[in-house]
């Protein structure tokens, strides 16, 4: 049996633990945008395919006999790509995503359906905007007029706002931390994608405490797989 999971998630991590435990043969793909990424247990690849056909031609010429896309909700074109490289050569798919966060009380939610609604959202010359998106859509956001803080793991490339603080930092990160962070910056408005699981929940409570609004950028449309499962144990669950 051999598994390849498109990895770059702790939830991918933690399945590629899980099977390599029960000694199954498990490859995990990196597209390779961190310097010096976590690394999960068994076989490790690291680069783009080359798009569906590219992946399928690398599952026929591997031996994969089942694909898990484990990667970031917002990855979406990865999961595309698998999606239907998986169709292509027949070998069954589940997707593995963290569930979605969801507004409680006290939550100060507008959710946008894009990066550029968010950067719409967030405008303003008075604004104080923590912008904690990654680094990959930067750009939408370089028309910003307020004071704009930057929270990425890598350095940025894309043009950003002119009155901006930088801050290059990988998390997880805890309560007291965030609200530390959003009270020294004297942020009003964070802006964030629905990425979902724990890593990085705690600004969403440093948010609600400090009455901080919240620009909550919605997942993209899923693709179409087998199966969606929303942890590495009913992943694992689904596998031989
Ligand atoms: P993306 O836009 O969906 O993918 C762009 C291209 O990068 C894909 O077409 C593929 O190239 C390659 N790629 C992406 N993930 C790959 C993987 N796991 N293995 C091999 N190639 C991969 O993806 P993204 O949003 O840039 O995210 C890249 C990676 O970072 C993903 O693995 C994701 O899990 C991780 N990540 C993303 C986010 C996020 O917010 N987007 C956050 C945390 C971690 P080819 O077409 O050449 O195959």
Redesign the pocket.
């Known amino acids: 049996m051999h598994t390849l999971i498109?990895?770059?998630?702790r939830e991918a991590r933690d399945l590629a633990r899980m099977l390599t435990e029960d000694h199954h043969r498990v490859t995990s793909?990196?597209?390779g945008?961190v310097r010096e990424p976590a690394l999960p247990p068994g076989e490790v690849r690291i680069?783009?395919?080359?798009?569906p056909e590219?992946?399928a031609q690398w599952i026929t010429a591997h031996g994969v006999d089942a694909v898990v896309d484990a990667?970031?909700p917002?990855?979406?074109?990865?999961?595309r790509?698998a999606a239907t490289a998986a169709a292509a050569t027949g070998v069954p798919i589940i997707a593995l995503h963290r569930p979605a966060w969801s507004p409680g009380p006290g939550d100060r939610w507008t959710p946008v359906p894009d990066m550029p609604a968010a950067a719409t959202a967030a405008g303003g010359v008075d604004k104080r905007v923590f912008l904690s998106i990654?680094r990959?859509n930067l750009h939408h956001f370089a028309g910003l007029e307020g004071h704009v803080l930057i929270r990425c793991v890598e350095p940025p490339e894309a043009p950003l706002p002119a009155d901006h603080e930088l801050l290059l930092s990988r998390g997880p990160f805890e309560v007291a931390g965030e609200r530390a962070l959003l009270r020294e910056h004297r942020i009003d408005t964070l802006v964030t994608?629905n990425?979902g699981g724990d890593l990085t929940a705690a600004k969403l409570q440093a948010a609600r405490e400090l009455g901080v609004e919240v620009i909550m950028i919605q997942r993209p449309e899923p693709t179409a797989v087998d199966r969606t499962v929303h942890s590495a144990a009913a992943a694992r669950q689904l596998l031989p």
């Open positions: 498109l990895g770059g998630t793909s990196l597209a945008r680069g783009g395919f080359g798009g590219g992946l990667t970031h917002f990855a979406e074109r990865i999961s790509s990654g990959q994608k990425s």
